[in-house]
Structure formats: structure tokens, C-alpha cells
């Protein structure tokens, strides 16, 4: 019997709650061949459905709308659930816009349109976004939430002139422009926002569902409609009488900084420092190195403990004296009502020198904070969730940025994360760990270092580090990229003009060399053989005595839906099929990784001071002993890699720990037209 059948039948017996889940089923489960019974499914979930139910019947009447069932009964229905409850609260926001435009003189047009003359209607969705509907073409069309926090256009691509911005209709949006484009007071110079849109009854239309009053207050925004885009830019001097240039250039306050720019460490020996090099000294960005994330908390703290002790303005700058801090930045954050702790990493970037050295003190825009926290390891976690096929994929470190008031506090935020082919990245992070064991041991023997550490899995480490797949919901990363380290070192131009577009930055000279601190980089010195700038030899190493092939092919198989969706080709797993018995043959042929997991381990052996029972053991049992530490450690590891395989094996379906499905990071793509070379397979 069919899911419609049940359901008409327990809809017939009284059964409201089965007959809703079947009703659900029939919908999910529709190949639209039966409009009519998709239409009584959504009109039963609407009248009796719970929850969310309602957004299951809103979705499908505007379906069945567009494809022309029932046109005449569904509006009346969409009129009747959805726009008349709403109807008072959307003229409302109308009448308020217009009233506060009627008074603003930065707009020269006002004859608003009456609200049921609008070209669009808006019917509520939920708290935040609707759906337009167009009379004239009778069609709905796709969700809008103008509140959504992503940034779409490139504003700050050029700022020789003022910010000129095209039918923009996200609140998000606007309210962006108002934060980051500085007061003409502040800069010197004729510096509003330009608002240019090509209908004038299109912008009507829109303002039901917008609240203009926080953008108006401080009069930044100039409103063209039309053949109005002609007075771009406007002589203020001139119209209105007021002379910017008379106004003395002021530094970018602390709570001026209201955009985030988070660099994703993925990985180890991904390519973090090569695009940190690349965006270091960009006359827009707060920038520095990767700053250990532990480290920068303890520093907030640190700020924090000592505004707290602070009984005085004076007492303030005695305080912070020793730390070359500013004493007009000490006043300024002193005199912060409540200062966040956004607030003070802020403060702890204007207040380095280093990080603000590449800012235009002139410039149009507040710089935006370029922020990379780093951590040690990244160790990521599997758990099969029972019944369901999926696994619950947990990280350490991350759960870390999410949470941290210092990151969430800024209002916007734009994501990116370098990707470097898996091998290759695997293979250098082996050899970086060889080469830092082998520093740390002889620091250990000189009495530099306590401690010093081993080499762990870094191929399941690896593996298992999923972090490009990301929870869309998550505010973090509602706006994010990956870029592929190959496209920047091969394609330079065209990668990082397309880096710039979605950063909202504009491509400037600093983008075309590498710099730490405004100085050209030759690569990192203490690691000998590392390529400079944008050197693609990098690109093209397989580093062969750091992994050999069975490594590498048991990679690529269980990454390969990554390497699908980011445009790898495969150059190690053969395409055959993958069971329990070859995986853990190739587990059995990963001598490379575990001579060197050895090595470590003996290399530790051989300096560290073990504390045996029996000291008077011979030195024969000693060895033996270690080899007996070692050995279990291995079968201890080789067991791990069985067991999260026998997981992998099962799919490769990713869902974080409320049960939300993982999806991967959209890919930047170059800009075409500046393709120097192909891209990268």
C-alpha cells in the first residue's frame, strides 16, 4: 500500500499524529506525478502537522504553484496561511521606511508608491526570510533571508572613488557597508556609500522587509535611483556645503574593526604560511604570522585581568607601559563600556606595530583583522551512530574557535582554508616532524628542551581529519572557501584576484610577492630545502622516502570523495574495489610511516632517563624493555587503524555531534580570464 493510502486511512480513523508522519513520507517520497495528492499532504501537514511541518506545506504550494496546479486555490491558500497574519507587521515596516526617507537628505526622490501598488509581494517563510511573489509574472520566487550573514558582491574593489553599490537588498549586507566604510569626517575626504538601484519600485517593493533606521542614523548612505546614478559621485563641498578636507585624518578606532578574516589551519603542511605571506603587508588587513590560539586567549585574558585592576585612566596606562602600548589605544579601550573580548584582540593587533605596519592610515575602509590560529595537532575522531550509517566526526581545536566570544564577537566574518593534495601534504608533514624530532632530541641533550615529543600516526591523523567538510549552519563558516595551494603557487593571479574578490579586498601589490612583516620571504630558514614565494616546485614533490605507495593509495581511496569535489585526480589508488582484506594488506606495507614512528621512539629511547624497577637490571633488559614499549605501542596503533577502517568502510557520511549533516567547503575557483597555466588535476 502506498504511504498516500496509509495515510488518507489514518487520517480517517483519527490517527492526526501517523497520519502526519505518512502524509510526510508521501511527500518525501513523491516523483510528482500526483500533484493533487502532493497538494492534500501539504494541506493535512499545514492544518494538523507540528513543528516545522508548516515549512514542508509552505514549500510545496509554491511548487505546485510554478508548475500551474491549482494556481487560483493555492494563492488563497498561501494568502490566507502565510501573508494576511503577516499583512499589518510588513505595512508597518513600509510606512516606517518611507517615513524615515521622507526626512533624510541624502535621498532625492520620495514618492513612494502606495503598498498595495508594490510589484512585489513578501510572504513570510519564517523569523527572517520569504519568499517574493511577482503579480504580474504569477510566480514565486527562491527564498530570500535578507539577514543571512554571507557577503556576495566585492565592494572594496576599488576604493579610488567612493563605494558604489548596485540594487543591493540584503540588511546584512547594508549594514556591512555602514560599519566598514569609514565617516568622510574620518578620512579627510567625500566618503559616503553610494546605493544605486536601477527600479525605483523594486526598491519600494523591498522595504517591507528591511529596517532602515540603523543604516540613516549617521547619514554615510547616499540613495540613486535610476538615471540618478549619473550624480556619482556627488561634490558635497559644492551641493551641500560641507568641506571633508578640513577634517584632521583619525586612526581606525578599536571597535571600528568589525570584520574577521579567519585562515583555516586544515592541516599540517598545507600551505598556511604561504598565504599568510602572500596577504601579509595588505594595505586593508590587521595581519600576522600564525599565532598559537591557546596563546592569544591567554593574552586576552591577560588584557582583560589588567583593565579589571585599572582604578584610573592614569593607573590604565602604567599598567600596559611596559607592553609598547599606545597610551591614546590605552585610553581608548579604557573608556569601552564593557569591552569584549573581540574588543581586545583588537586592541592586541593595533597595538603591535608589526600587524598594522602595511595599513593606508587614509584609507576608505576600516581594515578588516586577518586571523590564523594555530594549533599543535589536529586530532579528529569517529564514532558510527547506530541504526542511522553515519559517522559522528568531532576535532579538537575547533570546537575551540567556535566557541571562543573573541572569534563570535565579530559581526562579519569570511572563511577560507588552503588545501594541498592529501599525499603531498602527508608526506611533508612526515618529513617536517622527522626533521623537528631529530632538533628537539638534541635540544633535549644540550638541556634546552624538556620532554621533547615522538612522531604519532600521521597517516590516520590525516585520514581522519576531515575538517574541509563543515556544518553549513554554523555562523563561521556560512561564508567560506577553500583554495587549493596548487592553484595559488601555479595560477597567482588568477587565484588570489579571486581570493581578494571574496575576501571583499582589493587585489593590491602586496598580493604579488611574499612578505612576513612587509619583508620578502626566502622561505622558512629553519627548514633547509622549503621553496620560496611562489616557487611551484613544491607543487610537483612526491617526498618518496617520507611515504611510500601503499600509504599513499590507502589515502586516496578513503579521501576520495574529496578528491572528487576538489578537482584531484587519483594517482596511487587504481579504482578497484576496496574490502576489509586489502585495506588491511596495505595496512600491513606502511613501513614508511612506521620506521619512522620507530625511529622516533628509539631516538627517545636512547637520551631519555627511564626509571626501571630492578635498577639493577643489565643493560641487555633495559633494551629489551624499550622494544617491548615500542612493540606495544605499534600493535596498539595497528589495532586504532583497523577499527577506524572497519568504520570508513561502512560510507563515507559525516554528520557533527547534533546530528547535523557535514558538507564540503565550496572551492574558489580562479578567475578564468587570468589563467596563467591549466588548472591543477
Known sequence: MRALDIARRLAQLGETEQAGQAYYLALHGSDGSDPGGELEAALYLLRFGGGDDYKVSYTVFCRLYNSGFCKEDILQIMNEAFYAPNLKQLQGRYRKNCALLEKYPYIFRKDFLKFENLPIRFYPFDDSSYTPYYPREERFGDYIDPSEPVIRHHFFKDLEKPVLAQDIFSQYELEYLRDNVRRSEDVGRENHIYLHYSSFAQFCAWLPCLNLKPLLEEKKVVFLFEEEGELYPIDFKKRFHLDYSTCPLKPPAIREVSRLIWHVQLSGHNGGDFFNEVLDYHPNLLTLPSVMMENMQENVDIVRRALGTAESLGHALRLFQDTDSPPQLVEELYRIKNPTDKDLLVFLYLRDGRAAAGLDGASRIAPALFFQPHFGNIICTLEREEGTGRTVLSGSGYDDILQSPMVKGFPYVKTFAPLRRFTTSYAATVRF??????????????????NPTVMSDLLFERILNRTFMVDPEERLYKDSVMVRFEDGKLNPKATFTALAAFLDLPYTESMTYCSEYGEHQDGLAFMPGNAAGF????????????????????????????YQFYGYEFHYYDGKPMDLERAKALIGGFDTVDGYMRWSWEMLFGVLKMEIVNESAAPEEVEALKRQMVDAHMQTTAKNRIRNTEVLLQGLQFINRRGQP????????????????????
Open 662 to 681: 557535514l558538507h564540503m567547503m565550496p572551492m574558489l575557483q580562479p578567475d578564468p580570464a587570468l589563467l596563467e597555466q591549466p588548472l591543477y588535476h
Open 433 to 450: 616532524v622527522y626533521y623537528m624530532t631529530s632538533v628537539e632530541i638534541e635540544k633535549y641533550i644540550k638541556g634546552e628542551r624538556e
Open 535 to 562: 616557487d611551484p616546485v613544491t607543487v610537483y614533490r612526491t617526498y618518496d622516502e617520507f611515504a611510500n605507495d601503499n600509504e599513499r593509495c590507502f589515502l586516496e581511496y578513503f579521501l576520495r570523495d574529496a
